[in-house]
Nanobody, 124 residues
Framework: QVRLVESGGGLVQAGGSLRLSCAVS????????MGWFRQAPGQVREFVAS????????DYAESVEGRFTISRDNAKNTVYLQMSSLKPDDTAVYYC?????????????????WGQGTQVTVSS
């Protein structure tokens, strides 16, 4: 089993920055890729960013490319999402997920474990 706990969400003005963290516990020696997804009210969960298990590959949704950066510190079992130049459209609950393939697919169906989510609200 893998347990994921997100933190770092909050209320920020447009143009501001936030850093989300995802603490991983349990089977931390497994080679999971990690992904960040978000879900706004009434919307499906959408891919934001992912990072492969060995940090060799990252992937970003077009809507966040150049503004968000995903990283991981395997020694601390933590994954980060640095968000800059935030827009009101970025408002959502942000979830981190663990992908056992180690690749970091864009489909939520590929992820076996999820955190409880952290709310990000961007005001205009």
């Amino acid at each position: 089993q893998v347990r994921l706990v997100e933190s770092g969400g909050g209320l920020v003005q447009a143009g501001g920055s936030l850093r989300l963290s995802c603490a991983v516990s349990g089977r931390t020696n497994s080679r999971y890729a990690m992904g960040w997804f978000r879900q706004a009210p009434g919307q499906v969960r959408e891919f934001v960013a992912s990072i492969s298990w060995n940090e060799g590959s990252t992937d970003y949704a077009e809507s966040v490319e150049g503004r968000f950066t995903i990283s991981r510190d395997n020694a601390k079992n933590t994954v980060y999402l640095q968000m800059s130049s935030l827009k009101p459209d970025d408002t959502a609950v942000y979830y981190c997920g663990a992908d056992p393939s180690g690749i970091g697919f864009r489909s939520p169906a590929q992820y076996d474990y999820w955190g409880q989510g952290t709310q990000v609200t961007v005001s205009s």
